[in-house]
């Protein structure tokens, strides 16, 4: 299944599912597939982030029990702000080895981007959703953009249709258009940090660096337990030699994911800047 097919069905935002594969939680990082065991671990860490159970906390938990099967996730089982390791019938604090007993607790819910929104009465709305599910699996990009052309004849701010024709534009290396339908779905969502933090990318490797901090930030104060945003901004600064604010950012990111596989080359770019810093090379303030 690719991945913006995943992201519709379980109404998970595609930068999530992005960052999981880039730091190894879910599938290959150079397959650009997923299978099923990858969809389950998909869920199962989206429920871990609704119950404020860190990207950290999961590598950690599996880190002390040497997990190394592709099926780590039906070992373990979630409770709000824990993670549990599953022994038969019984549930086990990881680290204590202490029973524990699950009370009944209703789930708090989190708001993630459902790609398609509420459900449309438009049937014909409906109609090309359906197409549009279809035609993934086929593979066919122009018949996927006539389809999500067609969808915003229909409705002109259907922020799923706007972001989906930005991420088949950026895979063509056509930055512009990427930018026109990103920009799009955030003027009719002013809070959609999908097309915030993929302009934000794309501001970046067009160096206009004022934009992608801008839209970083933004991420950040919408999302703010994504880490790749302040991995990214960290970079930005540090690309501009502001090295004061590149190290604040770099540090946030440890704080969140300081075992994943990105962390290592966070702390070579700290090493840098500590070395540069007390070398007496001064950053100066960024204005926006």
């Known amino acids: 299944m690719k991945i913006n097919e995943a992201a519709i ?9 992005d960052y ?6 879910v599938s290959r990082v150079n397959s650009s597939e997923l299978e099923f065991s990858d969809l389950v671990k998909i869920r199962f860490i989206s429920q ?3 119950n404020n159970i860190s990207l950290q906390k999961i590598r950690s938990v599996l880190k002390n029990l040497n997990f190394q099967d592709e099926k780590w996730h039906e070992m373990l089982s979630i409770s709000p702000g824990m993670l549990l390791i599953r022994d038969q019938s019984l ?11 699950e009370y009944s607790i209703s789930e708090s819910e989190r708001n993630v981007l459902n790609l398609w929104g509420k459900k449309e009465e438009n049937p014909e709305i409906t109609r090309y959703e359906d197409l549009y599910l279809k035609s993934i699996e086929n593979g066919d990009i122009k018949s996927i953009k006539n389809i999500l052309k067609n969808l915003l004849k229909i409705k002109n701010d259907h922020i799923g249709a706007l972001i989906e024709l930005g991420n088949i534009a950026f895979e063509e290396n056509d930055l512009e258009s990427a930018l026109k339908f990103y920009g799009l779905a955030e003027e009719y969502d002013t809070g959609c940090v999908e097309a915030i933090y993929n302009m934000a990318n794309i501001y970046f490797r067009q160096k206009k660096y004022a934009a992608a ?5 933004r991420c950040i104060e919408l999302d703010p337990d994504f880490p790749e945003s302040y991995y990214n901004l960290g970079l930005v600064y540090y690309s501009l030699k502001y090295f004061d604010r590149a190290l604040g950012f770099l540090k946030m990111y440890l704080e969140i994911d300081s075992d994943s596989t990105w962390a290592d080359q966070a702390r070579i770019f700290i090493g840098e800047i500590t070395e540069q810093t007390e070398g007496g090379i001064e950053s100066e303030l960024f204005h926006i």
């Open 48 to 50: 871990c982030k609704k």
């Open 213 to 217: 901090i801008r839209s970083f930030h």
């Open 20 to 25: 999981w594969k880039k730091v190894g939680l």
């Open 91 to 101: 549930l086990v604090e990881p680290f204590s080895d202490q029973l524990y007993f």
């Open 9 to 17: 069905k379980l109404s998970i935002p595609r930068h999530y599912i």
